[in-house]
């Protein structure tokens, strides 16, 4: 037997074993095939692959069957930004519209220093089973309670809890929304990025009850008010809220707050924000 | 008769093919963390080790011994068990799409699985006859479906367990891995 | 009524063993022997409308207006909702928001009581009740805003009424008091049994019941003998059920299941099982609002306590401050936990300027060698939780998935049939704080299904 | 705990229900264990003198010392105050046999508390029995100096059987069987009360089933272990081994000696009854029980190893979580058709 036959042989052999096998697969492929859109799958791998659920679907992949399949708005998805959204938008030859960044903020400045306590707690350390019992410690039904249930459903580590208090690193923030669904007091919100003020209050209680309560609630004094144009800053129930579809300096208004519960944006990056984010061990 | 029965315990618990011979810790460490999911990848295992022990056994003995070929063992086996995995997934796709999303890219890696090809190439080292080769292999995927079992339940505690940050994850299954075959050494010797 | 059969007074101990449950250090001797008493007036009252289980009432006066004793200050609002009215004759000095005993920010009817307690007579006595028909006697119950007195407060007028598909044969009426610390229902058996049972059958009239068991734990003898002195001309199948002093043995379906051996589905009401239970409480305010046209406007609480003076059973009006409780019962130093009904499914509170409610059976201050702390430390799996759980739960699992946030997982183990009893959180050596775990599953999954 | 209401000041305490507790805790279980243990130690000293000793405060020490060193490097703040070390530290010195080097048990301790304890986060997460992992970790680890049994210290050549042979009961009659010679112990009548009272070769806290027993007692009479681990263990043993013996009965240990010989008594009541390791429910404590049982006559009477209690306990460990999913009570109010 020369080496030729002996190559053929084997080849042979092997090959005969590889078409019966693939035979096999293509009679099962027929039997159970699977139909499917392969687009979806592109489009799940354009999609960040976070599985944050800030759409509103369980995931990217679902996300991805939403948009091609239902035809769902391709701007859903924040971590991804407008380049996912250009993307996806040249694969499907859809039209891109950007969303404007938004970043998720803790509407309150009330850190243990700050804001008095009502009892002290003892219990499961989460801010929904806190507040379940007996509504929550802090003396302020408004504030925030600091157990932290928003840090730990945050899928990228942005919220970091600081003497009581959660505060959100918006450079990190991929404004999934988790944390404000979370949040039992409904003080986390949305706001755009850029925003140039923030009121760091949720306190619709009457100034001098807040001022027993809190350092640094909002005692609804107006002041803010008169310090910005095309009502920016108005009045809700005691609270002054920005009208964050208005872009107005803030600067005068934070610092006319007798109470320093308002940031403007030029001083927001030093004071209001903490910078190195502290590893979260408990 | 006797013989069989030794060779299954003897598969299961003494040389057990996770825990004692060490092959197929891919899927073992990947599909433990749900009980159901455990479940269907244990079936797909006895199916895919039986069926390719009795076609590896076939093709060794008809093809490649005939033809003085038995140096291509291990391509040859390998296409039969891709084969064979690849069966799975496209009937499984098909008929249980929540366990083939569950078991994801563990399903095709049972192809290139150790414990399979072990088995294939274990049965030509010892000589097994094919009756014996089908219950080595059906014993084989029988031993890897207990460890499986008995270490998803171990590993829904461990998930549980609050390990240093260094341990986490993987690491501390491994540990686990090791304490559970360490207490299988208790099955040595029981089959002489 | 039927056939007028005198016979003795039949007292049966409990037929079936109820699963789990615990024995805590009972303490039922700081009050046991302190007989019922009025307080004098406090100086204002503060009448949340949120007495009761459900929607709260709305209220209908408004500051100035001044009000009679029985006066209506807040109408029911929705079915499961109840009314509230004046405990005193006075002026209403506010209706603001106020915090209730669970926390929450609820509307509240400020009265400066002026010491006269003029009664106003909206709701006529019914002395002749067994001539009046059922319907009616329902309205009379809801008119007079009762509502459970064992400490849920589920308005009595609603489970009077069990769809037409229901039958109920067995009303069950519980002066267990299982709660350590707590004899409010235990002075009341004890010194007005008449009411109770007049008011169990008015009951047992509305519901048309056939079998009436009257449930007492063994550990209160003298309540037993009270309740068949003034049960001895019962007719039909009536009986004083003895059951074994074990908590929980007034929770409903525990007691439902000592004495019927019938268990109340997952899921389900003990009218499921064609059962009612009602409090002894609830029963002797049936009778005022039925017999004595008295609507439900004051209720026995027990003030008790180690740290306590003068511990006692104090009759208030609704909407008196735990401070004024306490200031009654001579006061007490250095509480540490103060809490509204007993030590077991009480609720802790922030502040002693939360008033009473018609669910405040009793108000329970600890000290600090009373007081264990929560900790969150790993379960060791001892399994004692397990053996107490009177739901046959596993709560050691249990509170490893919900710590987990394994609501699916919680929910397929049976989270909900949690009925918070607290027995297994009282018996974990690792002090787990188990059933604040479970309470948290319940809110979420309740959440999942709302939302579905 | 005063100290930490004490700074709240005026502030009430508040938590969810319930308010007051049993009073028992991890620490008030762990002396119990320690109490129990006490009659087994004494035992251990009187039958082996210094040597117990010696590896009695060889490993309590160098296993709190390691829990203290791990929760340390962890940061974390639960200490070694909850006793559970000193516990493993004792188990650990009763399975290990007399003349067993120092650095052996120092390296066990090491073993039972850093690898199959801390490392899955301390005390309630670890998923066998420490001191096991450690015995059978020595046990492969040091064949020769875990199977070397310098006897007990009575043990003069005035004692009616063979004590200086150098093997456990369990060895000798292995060795007598794989070797087709007499079998020792099966003629002498008086050789049940001897083993029972611990004047047989052995690791220092397994031979005397009469002190196990006492400390056996007090755990159940102080609720700290269930009845159903042990009575299913040395049941479904007895069961067994009776079965066994009545087919071959001069190839087999008899049943009455199964059960005083090697680590069964101290496995059904103190290692087989660890609280973590094992099931929650009653009857998964009682399946937990009796397959620990099967599981050592297995190995006994089949295996490659004289003794199988340890490798039984720690199989039935790894088994548990099932056990635990397997025997949910029926919750109330499910399962059955109302009535």
Redesign the interface.
């Known amino acids: 037997m020369d080496m030729l036959q002996f190559i053929l042989i084997t080849s042979g052999a092997i090959a005969l074993v590889g078409v019966v096998c693939g035979t096999a697969l293509a009679v099962a492929a027929r039997f159970f095939a699977v139909h499917e859109d392969p687009r979806i799958e592109k489009v799940a791998e354009i999609l960040p692959g976070a599985n944050c659920g800030g759409c509103g679907l369980a995931g990217c992949t679902e996300y991805a069957r939403a948009i091609v399949v239902d035809g769902a708005a391709i701007n859903l998805c924040a971590p991804g930004g407008n380049e996912v959204i250009e993307q996806i938008a040249a694969f499907l030859g859809r039209e891109a519209t950007a969303a404007k960044k938004m970043v998720a903020l803790v509407l309150c400045g009330g850190n243990d220093t700050q804001a008095q306590k009502r009892h002290a707690y003892n219990g499961v350390a989460d801010c929904t089973a806190a507040q379940a019992v007996n509504g929550g410690d802090k003396a302020c039904t408004y504030g925030c309670l600091g157990y932290g249930s928003c840090s730990r459903i945050c899928p990228v580590a942005a919220i970091e809890i600081c003497d009581g208090l959660a505060k959100v690193h918006p450079e990190l923030c991929i404004s999934c929304g988790a944390c404000v669904k979370v949040c039992p007091r409904n003080i986390i919100k949305m706001v755009p990025a850029d925003a140039p003020v923030h009121v760091l209050c949720s306190s619709h209680d009457k100034g001098p009850v807040v001022k027993k309560m809190c350092k640094v609630g909002c005692i609804g004094c107006t002041l803010c008010t008169k310090q910005v144009e095309n009502q920016a800053i108005t009045m809700d129930r005691f609270l002054a809220v920005v009208d964050y579809s208005k872009e107005t300096p803030g600067k005068a208004a934070a610092e006319k707050c007798p109470v320093n519960c308002i940031i403007a944006a030029d001083d927001s990056s030093s004071d209001a924000q903490p910078e190195v984010l502290q590893n979260e061990n408990n | 008769m006797t013989q069989y029965i030794l060779l299954i315990i003897s598969a299961v618990l003494v040389n057990n093919f996770v825990l004692t011979r060490f092959l197929g810790i891919c899927p073992f460490l990947g599909v433990s963390k749900k009980?159901p999911t455990a479940l269907g990848m244990c079936g797909a295992v006895v199916f895919v080790m039986t069926s390719a022990s009795a076609v590896t056994w076939l093709?060794h003995r008809f093809?490649?011994i005939p033809?003085g070929?038995d140096f291509?063992q291990t391509?040859?086996f390998i296409?039969?068990i891709?084969?064979f995995v690849?069966?799975v997934d496209?009937?499984m796709?098909?008929?249980a799409?929540a366990l083939h999303g569950a078991l994801g890219i563990f399903l095709p890696l049972i192809t290139t699985n150790c414990a399979v090809m072990g088995v294939a190439v274990l049965n030509v080292q010892l000589t097994h006859p094919f009756l014996k080769s089908v219950v080595f292999g059906f014993a084989a995927s029988l031993g890897f479906a207990l460890a499986l079992?008995?270490f998803t339940?171990?590993r829904?505690?461990?998930?549980?367990?609050?390990?240093?940050?260094c341990?986490q994850g993987v690491a501390?299954a491994l540990?686990?891995a090791g304490?559970?075959s360490?207490?299988?050494?208790?099955?040595?010797?029981?089959v002489? | 009524m039927p056939n007028l059969k005198f016979c003795k007074m039949k007292i049966i101990k409990a037929p079936y063993k109820s699963w789990g449950g615990i024995h805590p250090r009972y303490h039922k001797d700081l009050a046991a022997d302190r007989a019922l008493r009025e307080m004098p007036l406090p100086e204002l009252l503060q009448i949340s409308m949120s007495q009761h289980l459900g929607a709260p009432a709305k209220p209908v006066v408004k500051k100035g207006d001044s009000v009679m004793q029985g006066t209506l200050i807040g109408e029911a609002a929705g079915f499961i909702s109840a009314n509230v009215h004046s405990p005193v004759s006075g002026v209403v000095k506010d209706v603001v928001p106020a915090i209730t005993l669970t926390g929450a920010m609820i509307d509240s009817v400020v009265i400066e009581p002026d010491g006269e307690d003029k009664r106003v007579n909206d709701l006529a006595p019914l002395a002749d009740w067994q001539a009046v028909a059922k319907k009616d006697l329902i309205a009379r119950v809801a008119a007079a805003g009762v509502a459970g007195m064992g400490g849920a407060g589920f308005p009595t007028h609603v489970k009077l009424s069990p769809p037409p598909d229901k039958t109920i044969d067995t009303l069950i009426i519980n002066g267990a008091e299982c709660e350590p610390y707590l004899t409010a229902d235990y002075r009341l058996m004890l010194e007005s049994p008449e009411r109770v049972w007049l008011g169990v059958s008015i009951l047992r009239h509305i519901l048309g019941a056939k079998t009436v068991r009257i449930a007492i734990e063994d550990n209160k003898p003298e309540a037993i003998r009270a309740m068949e002195q003034a049960m001895r001309n019962a007719d039909g199948d009536v009986a004083i059920v003895e059951l074994a002093t074990e908590y929980p043995q007034g929770a409903e379906k525990q007691q439902i299941f000592a004495i019927t051996g019938r268990e109340v589905p997952s899921g389900g009401l003990p009218m499921d099982v064609g059962a009612v239970v009602e409090n002894v409480g609830t029963a002797a305010a049936v009778f005022d609002a039925v017999f004595e046209g008295m609507p439900l406007i004051r209720r026995i609480t027990t003030v008790t306590g180690l740290p306590l003076n003068a511990p006692g059973n104090i009759i208030a009006p609704l909407g008196t401050s735990y401070r004024a409780l306490i200031e009654a019962c001579g006061g007490c130093a250095d509480t540490v936990k103060l809490i509204s009904g007993g030590p077991m499914m009480g609720i802790a509170q922030a502040i002693d300027t939360v008033t009473t409610t018609k669910t405040t059976s009793g108000l329970l201050a600890l000290g600090a060698p009373d007081v264990s702390l929560y900790e969150s430390m790993p379960c060791i799996s001892c399994g004692r939780c397990v053996d107490a759980c009177p739901m046959n739960l596993v709560p050691s699992e249990l509170s490893q998935y919900l710590e987990a946030e394994d609501y699916e997982g919680a929910e397929e183990l049976h989270v909900m049939d949690c009925i918070e009893c607290g027995c297994c959180a009282f018996s974990c050596p690792a002090h787990r704080p188990l059933v604040q775990h479970m309470r948290q599953g319940k809110a979420r999954v309740m959440l999942k299904r709302k939302k579905k | 705990m005063a100290e930490a209401i004490d700074k709240q000041d005026h502030l009430f305490v508040v938590s969810s229900s319930p308010h007051t507790h049993s009073g028992a805790s991890v620490k008030a279980i762990m002396l119990d264990v320690i109490i129990a243990m006490l009659p087994l130690t004494g035992a251990a000293i009187y039958l082996f003198g210094w040597n117990a000793i010696r590896l009695l405060l060889v490993c309590v020490i160098s296993c709190v010392a390691t829990e203290a060193a791990c929760r340390k490097a962890m940061g974390r703040n639960a200490g070694i105050d909850d006793l559970s070390a000193v516990v493993t530290g004792m188990l650990l010195a009763f399975n290990l046999p007399p003349a067993l080097p120092s650095w052996m048990a120092v390296t066990g301790s090491v073993i039972a508390i850093a690898l199959a304890k801390q490392v899955f986060g301390g005390i309630g997460y670890n998923p066998f029995n420490p001191a096991l992992i450690a015995r059978v970790a020595l046990l492969i680890s040091f064949p020769v100096a875990m199977t070397t049994w310098s006897p007990w210290i009575m043990a003069a050549p005035a004692a009616g059987i063979d004590a200086l042979t150098s093997a456990t009961p369990l060895g000798a009659f292995k060795s007598a069987i794989d070797f087709g010679q007499t079998v020792p112990y099966l003629t002498n009548s008086t050789t049940f009360m001897q083993f029972f009272v611990g004047h047989q070769n052995g690791c220092i806290g397994e031979v005397s089933s009469l002190a196990i027993l006492l400390g056996g007692l007090y755990l159940l009479f102080r609720r700290c272990i269930s009845w159903q681990i042990p009575a299913f263990y040395l049941g479904s043993v007895a069961v067994l081994s009776t079965l066994i013996w009545a087919v071959a009965p001069d190839k087999n240990l008899p049943p009455h000696l199964h059960l005083v010989t090697g680590g069964l008594m101290l496995g059904a009541f103190f290692m087989a009854t660890d609280m973590v390791t094992t099931p929650v429910t009653r009857k998964g404590m009682a399946v937990f029980g009796a397959g620990c049982g099967i599981l050592t006559v297995l190995i006994r009477v089949w295996g490659g190893y004289p003794e199988g209690v340890s490798f039984a306990i720690l199989l039935m460990n790894a088994v548990t979580p099932l056990i635990n999913r397997a025997t949910r009570p029926r919750v109330f109010g499910t399962g059955k058709k109302k009535s």
């Open positions: 009980l093709v093809i490649l033809l070929i291509m391509i040859a296409l039969v891709a084969s690849q069966m496209i009937v796709k098909k008929t799409p079992i008995i339940g171990l829904e505690k461990i998930d549980r367990a609050n390990p240093p940050k341990f501390i540990v686990t304490l559970l360490l207490a299988f050494m208790g099955f040595s010797g029981l002489r």
